[in-house]
């Protein structure tokens, strides 16, 4: 017993355990845990721990940690593999059985659509009845409840059983005072019903929002100390015009603001942006960023950026853009076309530059997030960055560039995002570190053989090199194999 009592005591000394709490009474007065993980490469960004350790779990909680031995009933040998948080997705628009089968192989264990968002929270969930293996949850989706109010209709998420949104007026027309009235009691509900921060599709109804009403949502935003997860207006290759607008919404009314793709808005300009949001933060707005690690973007047909002038905005033309379905090439009459014909039809167009990644993805601030496109089947192809984001980082940028360190890109898939929502959600607190407390979500996986696999035009390949996932204590992949009817996902924006 002593001798139990003196691993837990260098545990906490060694790898500062004390942001979750604990009840070591409970820990000591048991001999052999659930399961123990050895051996394994233990990195945890959140006290830059970087060490061979064993790991103890008992129900949903890591219990224990140490160099020494545990015993358990369970034991997996991680030898030569690393013992990461599990990743955490903060912008992901797949909530559906297939897309969390290959987030989870991806080393997902938490996909939150922040950028969207949905109202109620239950719409996030509505495709996930038999269970979901990944835990789950969403911000308070804006464009809902401006679907409620300016066309009296219930559109809860992006895409449902029945197809995408396609608004009527919700994203053309302004609302009067007595709309944006509504609008914030609404807010307001949504928040009250675990939203995760709020969800601003401002791009899509840039013509729609004025001023008064954009203040209205930062007002609620700071009030509530709730982020606004934010699509910013889109300007001409790199305009910082819309990046502006929210840095002096969050430096006036200390409103939390998280930019969602960011170098999908700041193209060739992002170094200037990240000096711009660095400058806003050290005086007063609190401004985070992610982005993803691909060069194209992807949206709807019908999305309002292309009711301008798309081919200056991006510099590029129709030739550039794929049809996702089949992943054809556009030309001028196929683009006119499907504009037409499939005005909910989603495209990918190739805009961006690795250069522009590779500013962006070195800056310690930037998180990692997918911007996975909803994966509803394999016969209608999607962009692949919900199938390969994470190990992409891992195999390009980290083993073969060295552009950032494993412990790096752990922290930006893992502790940044959890830290950043723990005051919105505290669930957050005990997820996206490894310590004595914490939620036992777990991604294991060989550093030297990860890899992504899905490309533009064949996207269903999964990812390779996650050996293991652990979600709530559970495994749920056993040898890189996902287990059947495993389901320990939680809907987080609904658990309070």
């Given at each position: 017993?002593?001798?139990?009592?003196?691993?837990?005591?260098?545990?906490?000394?060694?790898?500062?355990?004390?942001?979750?709490?604990?009840?070591?009474?409970?820990?000591?007065?048991?001999?052999?845990?659930?399961?123990?993980?050895?051996?394994?490469?233990?990195?945890?960004?959140?006290?830059?721990?970087?060490?061979?350790?064993?790991?103890?779990?008992?129900?949903?909680?890591?219990?224990?940690?140490?160099?020494?031995?545990?015993?358990?009933?369970?034991?997996?040998?991680?030898?030569?593999?690393?013992?990461?948080?599990?990743?955490?997705?903060?912008?992901?628009?797949?909530?559906?059985?297939?897309?969390?089968?290959?987030?989870?192989?991806?080393?997902?264990?938490?996909?939150?659509?922040?950028?969207?968002?949905?109202?109620?929270?239950?719409?996030?969930?509505?495709?996930?009845?038999?269970?979901?293996?990944?835990?789950?949850?969403?911000?308070?989706?804006?464009?809902?409840?401006?679907?409620?109010?300016?066309?009296?209709?219930?559109?809860?998420?992006?895409?449902?059983?029945?197809?995408?949104?396609?608004?009527?007026?919700?994203?053309?027309?302004?609302?009067?005072?007595?709309?944006?009235?509504?609008?914030?009691?609404?807010?307001?509900?949504?928040?009250?019903?675990?939203?995760?921060?709020?969800?601003?599709?401002?791009?899509?109804?840039?013509?729609?929002?004025?001023?008064?009403?954009?203040?209205?949502?930062?007002?609620?935003?700071?009030?509530?100390?709730?982020?606004?997860?934010?699509?910013?207006?889109?300007?001409?290759?790199?305009?910082?015009?819309?990046?502006?607008?929210?840095?002096?919404?969050?430096?006036?009314?200390?409103?939390?603001?998280?930019?969602?793709?960011?170098?999908?808005?700041?193209?060739?300009?992002?170094?200037?942006?990240?000096?711009?949001?660095?400058?806003?933060?050290?005086?007063?707005?609190?401004?985070?960023?992610?982005?993803?690690?691909?060069?194209?973007?992807?949206?709807?047909?019908?999305?309002?950026?292309?009711?301008?002038?798309?081919?200056?905005?991006?510099?590029?033309?129709?030739?550039?853009?794929?049809?996702?379905?089949?992943?054809e090439y556009l030309t001028k009459e196929t683009w006119e076309k499907y504009r037409k014909e499939q005005p909910t039809g989603a495209i990918i167009h190739h805009y961006g530059k690795e250069d522009w990644n590779r500013i962006g993805l070195k800056n310690p601030t930037v998180m990692i997030a997918s911007d996975a496109m909803p994966v509803i089947s394999r016969d209608k192809k999607v962009t692949p960055r919900g199938i390969g984001t994470f190990s992409k980082i891992l195999a390009k940028y980290v083993r073969e560039e060295k552009l950032m360190t494993l412990s790096e890109a752990i922290g930006k898939m893992s502790y940044l995002p959890a830290k950043r929502l723990e005051e919105i959600s505290p669930v957050f607190a005990k997820k996206g570190r490894i310590a004595v407390g914490a939620h036992a979500d777990?991604?294991?996986?060989?550093?030297?053989?990860?890899?992504?696999?899905?490309?533009?035009?064949?996207?269903?390949?999964?990812?390779?090199?996650?050996?293991?996932?652990?979600?709530?204590?559970?495994?749920?992949?056993?040898?890189?194999?996902?287990?059947?009817?495993?389901?320990?996902?939680?809907?987080?924006?609904?658990?309070?």
């Open positions: 017993m002593k001798k139990i009592i003196f691993y837990l005591s260098s545990c906490i000394l060694l790898l500062n355990c004390s942001n979750p709490s604990t009840n070591t009474k409970e820990l000591v007065d048991q001999n052999i845990y659930d399961l123990v993980i050895q051996h394994g490469r233990v990195i945890n960004p959140a006290n830059q721990t970087d060490a061979i350790l064993n790991i103890a779990i008992q129900g949903d909680t890591i219990v224990a940690i140490s160099p020494e031995k545990l015993q358990g009933k369970q034991i997996i040998d991680a030898k030569n593999l690393v013992v990461a948080p599990g990743f955490i997705d903060l912008h992901s628009h797949t909530p559906t059985p297939l897309g969390q089968y290959f987030q989870l192989k991806d080393g997902v264990t938490t996909a939150l659509d922040l950028e969207a968002g949905a109202f109620p929270q239950s719409g996030y969930g509505q495709f996930l009845k038999k269970g979901a293996h990944i835990h789950h949850g969403a911000s308070v989706g804006y464009f809902a409840i401006r679907i409620k109010v300016m066309e009296g209709k219930d559109e809860a998420y992006i895409f449902s059983h029945k197809g995408a949104i396609h608004p009527e007026i919700a994203f053309t027309q302004k609302a009067t005072t007595e709309q944006i009235a509504a609008m914030r009691q609404l807010l307001h509900q949504g928040l009250d019903e675990g939203g995760i921060g709020i969800g601003l599709l401002l791009d899509y109804m840039d013509s729609a929002v004025n001023p008064e009403e954009l203040k209205m949502i930062f007002e609620v935003a700071a009030e509530r100390k709730a982020p606004v997860c934010v699509h910013i207006r889109r300007g001409v290759q790199g305009d910082p015009a819309g990046l502006e607008e929210v840095i002096a919404l969050s430096e006036s009314l200390k409103a939390p603001v998280h930019i969602c793709h960011l170098q999908a808005n700041a193209m060739g300009k992002i170094a200037s942006w990240l000096e711009r949001i660095e400058i806003a933060n050290k005086n007063g707005a609190d401004i985070s960023v992610e982005m993803y690690p691909y060069t194209a973007g992807s949206t709807t047909i019908s999305a309002d950026v292309f009711n301008r002038d798309w081919q200056t905005i991006f510099g590029i033309t129709y030739e550039d853009v794929q049809w996702s379905d089949t992943g777990l991604t294991i996986f060989d550093a030297a053989t990860i890899q992504d696999h899905g490309t533009y035009e064949n996207p269903y390949q999964e990812s390779s090199g996650v050996e293991y996932v652990f979600v709530g204590g559970k495994m749920v992949i056993y040898k890189g194999e996902v287990l059947k009817d495993v389901f320990m996902g939680q809907h987080l924006s609904l658990k309070k």
